[in-house]
């Protein structure tokens, strides 16, 4: 039961060419993506995401924003059956549950805000929203690291004055998930997000994978995606027939 989710700040889909850009972008990948967990589409309604989206052939849940600001969108393949959503902070999360042949699981679209309190106050109410005897992948722009000195450039290790790492780190904890990439990578130093002038980078987006599937994954790669400031993360895995015992993080 392969399956393959990517998740990326699109940083506004109002542009028509953008969309189209987005959706050949995605028929050029070298998987065909059975969800697109996208975030900041300034997507405001349902009937505009239906006009969006309609041609593409993948369906959608949407938790709306404004047009200049958030908006989260799920897209999937008609292979997935959706049977639930949630909208726990309209505009920055979406949390879908489908099942998959005899396999029910959530994925969890993310927008975290860029500043405190406000970031360590989304990451609890969105711990309190989640149900972890349910597999969740958790997905989306965090606008956090778990580690400075890997996963910033350009500023200071030791300046977390703006981080939410601790809650960060609370949010996998209770969501029974591990940051897929640095699991596959854990030497590697790359980037999701780059300002504009190359002097300020960070890995901010990022893909949060159930414990119980951590042996069944295949890869997790970090993809340019021209019409943006941030990088998509292309998640490959399979779904247990039998969960394993899996221990990650001495857990």
């Known amino acids: 039961m392969a399956l393959s989710i990517i998740s990326l700040n699109v940083n506004g889909l109002c542009d028509l060419s953008k969309r189209e850009g987005l959706l050949q972008w995605l028929r050029s990948l070298p998987v065909t993506v059975d969800v697109v967990s996208l975030q900041e589409t300034h997507c405001t309604s349902d009937v505009e995401c239906h006009a969006w989206f309609s041609s593409s052939g993948l369906s959608f849940v949407l938790s709306p924003g404004t047009s200049r600001s958030g908006g989260c969108v799920v897209l ?118 780059n300002r504009w002038d190359g002097r300020l980078a960070s890995r901010i987006d990022l893909v949060g994978c159930p414990y119980s599937w951590v042996s069944s994954a295949s890869s997790c790669e970090i993809l340019p995606f021209p019409s943006s400031d941030h990088c998509a993360v292309l998640f490959s895995f399979s779904i247990p027939d039998v969960i394993p015992l899996v221990q990650v993080y001495g857990n």
């Open 76 to 193: 999937y393949r008609p292979v997935l059956n959706l049977v639930n959503f949630w909208c726990e902070v309209p505009g920055r999360s979406l949390l879908c549950e489908f099942s998959f042949c005899d396999s029910t699981f959530r994925v969890l679209c993310l927008y975290a805000p860029n500043r405190n309190p406000a970031c360590d106050l989304f990451f609890n109410c969105i711990s309190d929203a989640v149900d972890p005897t349910v597999p969740t992948m958790l997905c989306g722009d965090f606008n956090t690291v778990f580690d400075r000195s890997l996963d910033r450039f350009g500023s200071f290790a030791d300046d977390v004055s703006r981080e939410s790492t601790v809650a960060l780190g609370r949010l996998f904890d209770s969501c029974c998930v591990i940051d897929i990439w640095r699991y596959l990578h854990p030497n590697s130093i790359s980037f999701t997000w």
